[in-house]
T-cell receptor, first 115, second 110 residues
Framework: DAGVIQSPRHEVTEMGQEVTLRCKPISGHDYLFWYRQTMMRGLELLIYFNNNVPIDDSGMPEDRFSAKMPNASFSTLKIQPSEPRDSAVYFC?????????????FGPGTRLTVT | SQQGEEDPQALSIQEGENATMNCSYKTSINNLQWYRQNSGRGLVHLILIRSNEREKHSGRLRVTLDTSKKSSSLLITASRAADTASYFCADMEYGNKLVFGAGTILRVKS
């Protein structure tokens, strides 16, 4: 398997613009997670889906952030409008739930810079 | 939600030495996982230790779990330059949700 695929790998945009990050999870996985990593706040869970349904979006910072998972093989994280404080590395991860605990498989991340 | 606390924040050792990293949580600790992140990359799962286990080994990795102290440690023996990375612990908060620690930056000098 190719692993979790994210695109783009790097995104530079100006404040106020819309940004869309994309993720393709590993085939057969039923959970998908979006994380944000910054030096100040570390690795934060933004939202996660189970079978394409959002389960917990309590980590989404504000209404400017939205995430969708229209099917089992694709998810998007959208920021509109973007702000400089959104600059971070955004990771997508997926796994297949197993009783008790399951390792998560991370994508390579999208480095977002908002100027 | 709680975040795991890791210490040290950074660790620099010579190749061949052992490296120990610690992780603790304020509330209960459940099924704990350790991940490695190389610079500019995504996280990679290293090892999972379940709440009913006390110690687990995987190659040069040894993980211990003390649920009464709400803490875990990761030992890397005979370190190599390629072990240079950030290491994160992650506990299952509920369901399939992980809460990550702040991470330990390990530098192994050759």
């Amino acid at each position: 398997d190719a692993g979790v695929i994210q695109s783009p790998r790097h995104e530079v945009t100006e404040m106020g613009q819309e940004v869309t990050l994309r993720c393709k999870p590993i085939s057969g996985h039923d959970y998908l997670f979006w994380y944000r990593q910054t030096m100040m706040r570390g690795l934060e869970l933004l939202i996660y889906f189970n079978n394409n349904v959002p389960i917990d979006d309590s980590g989404m910072p504000e209404d400017r952030f939205s995430a969708k998972m229209p099917n089992a093989s694709f998810s998007t994280l959208k920021i509109q409008p973007s702000e400089p404080r959104d600059s971070a590395v955004y990771f997508c991860a997926s796994n297949k739930w197993a009783s008790g605990a399951s390792e998560q498989y991370f994508g390579p991340g999208t480095r977002l810079t908002v100027t | 939600s709680q975040q795991g606390e890791e210490d040290p924040q950074a660790l620099s050792i010579q190749e061949g030495e052992n490296a120990t990293m610690n992780c603790s949580y304020k509330t209960s600790i459940n099924n704990l996982q350790w991940y490695r992140q190389n610079s500019g990359r995504g996280l990679v799962h290293l090892i999972l230790i379940r709440s009913n286990e006390r110690e687990k080994h995987s190659g040069r990795l040894r993980v211990t779990l003390d649920t009464s102290k709400k803490s875990s440690s990761l030992l890397i023996t005979a370190s190599r330059a390629a072990d240079t990375a950030s290491y994160f612990c992650a506990d299952m908060e509920y369901g399939n949700k992980l809460v990550f620690g702040a991470g330990t930056i390990l530098r192994v000098k050759s």
